[in-house]
Antibody, heavy 118, light 108 residues
Framework: QVQLQESGPGLVKPSETLSLTCTVS????????WSWVRQPPGKGLEWIGY???????NYNPSLKSRVTMSVDTSKNQFSLKLSSVTAADTAVYYC????????????WGQGTLVTVSS | DIVLTQSPATLSLSPGERATLSCRAS??????LAWYQQKPGQAPRLLIY???DRATGIPARFSGSGSGTDFTLTISSLEPEDFALYFC??????????FGPGTKVDIK
């Protein structure tokens, strides 16, 4: 059974960089598109971007200048960095697997709340 | 970016009733539309991809239809566990992949 698990700090100071890692178990990361999606408390879903196992990326243009994704196939992990965060970046961050092409996520992590506050 | 609009915002129904949820795109997305269910405190669950294909393990009471700009998710007979929030997501001709604002299906 494939499982995804996000990890990283739950509190980040304004202007600093948010860093999260998603660990994939029960299957290889060396296939599929791997994505990050976030959800501010009580609000809807926002697609952040994806990384293919080869390292190819595609980011949401609204966040592109601040986002970096990477993949480590040896550890079966992929990561998200979001720089210069503000309170507007406070959200539950999910990692997910694109099961039907690069969208349509059949597997998700449980989500991790990241709060931006001093 | 392609904007998705979902209607109604809230749908109040009783168990056993039929639910019809709508998702409209600001421009054609072909058949590249997915539907998700989300319950409080949980990650979304994929129900439908490519407009009408059920994801693995999804009950047959969930069906999707539509193409271009107008899409529908139908739940043929609501079970107690179906009362939740439903989102659509498009991939159109490529990123960014946007989500709709959601339709809440609650118990009447």
């Amino acid at each position: 059974q494939v499982q995804l698990q996000e990890s990283g700090p739950g509190l980040v100071k304004p202007s600093e960089t948010l860093s999260l890692t998603c660990t994939v178990s029960g299957g290889s990361i060396s296939t599929y598109y791997w994505s990050w999606v976030r959800q501010p408390p009580g609000k809807g879903l926002e697609w952040i971007g994806y990384i293919y196992f080869t390292g190819s990326t595609n980011y949401n243009p609204s966040l592109k200048s601040r986002v970096t994704m990477s993949v480590d196939t040896s550890k079966n992990q992929f990561s998200l960095k979001l720089s210069s965060v503000t309170a507007a970046d406070t959200a539950v961050y999910y990692c997910a697997r694109g099961d039907y092409g690069d969208y349509a996520y059949g597997y998700w992590g449980q989500g991790t709340l990241v709060t931006v506050s001093s | 970016d392609i904007v998705l609009t979902q209607s109604p915002a809230t749908l109040s129904l009783s168990p056993g009733e039929r639910a019809t949820l709508s998702c409209r795109a600001s421009q054609s997305v072909g058949s590249h539309l997915a539907w998700y269910q989300q319950k409080p405190g949980q990650a979304p669950r994929l129900l439908i991809y490519d407009a009408s294909d059920r994801a693995t393990g999804i009950p047959a009471r969930f069906s999707g239809s539509g193409s271009g700009t107008d899409f529908t998710l139908t739940i043929s007979s609501l079970e107690p566990e179906d009362f939740a929030l439903y989102f659509c997501q498009q991939r159109g001709n490529g990123p960014p992949f946007t989500f709709g604002p959601g339709t809440k299906v609650d118990i009447k």
